[in-house]
């Protein structure tokens, strides 16, 4: 199986800046795509960047990151990292690292895989 483990959370105030990882270990043979993705409370799960592993490094934000947020990734790793500036309150949320597309060595999983979720708050 795969597992994800995310860091980099805490608490800052807003103007701040964090940068998040996210580091997917296992039976691990290709990554088509890894994402984050926030849930404040109340509110549904949603997408705030995501990138692609093996299809060429694309990137896709949501409209309420854009400029502030950037991702990255380390394919070696496995890992993926989301610079976040210019941090607002409304950007508090615990944040889930997603992979997608996961292949081992005998074929895909057939299923997106998720960390647990790093805590991220932002005082104003």
């Known amino acids: 199986q795969v597992q994800l483990v995310e860091s980099g959370g805490g608490l800052v105030q807003a103007g701040g800046s964090l940068r998040l990882s996210c580091a997917a270990s296992?039976?691990?043979?290709?990554?088509?795509?890894m994402g984050w993705y926030r849930q404040a409370p109340g509110n549904q799960r949603e997408l705030v960047a995501s990138?692609?592993?093996?299809?060429?490094?694309?990137?896709n934000y949501a409209d309420s990151v854009k400029g502030r947020f950037t991702i990255s990734r380390d394919n070696f790793k496995n890992a993926v990292y989301l610079q976040m500036n210019s941090l607002k309150p409304e950007d508090t949320a615990v944040y889930y690292c997603?992979?997608?597309?996961?292949?081992?060595?005998?074929?895909?999983?057939?299923?997106?895989?998720w960390g647990k979720g790093t805590l991220v708050t932002v005082s104003s």
């Open positions: 997603k992979a997608g597309g996961v292949a081992s060595a005998f074929g895909f999983y057939g299923k997106d895989f």
């Open positions: 296992g039976s691990i043979f290709s990554i088509n795509t």
């Open positions: 990138i692609g592993i093996t299809s060429g490094g694309f990137t």
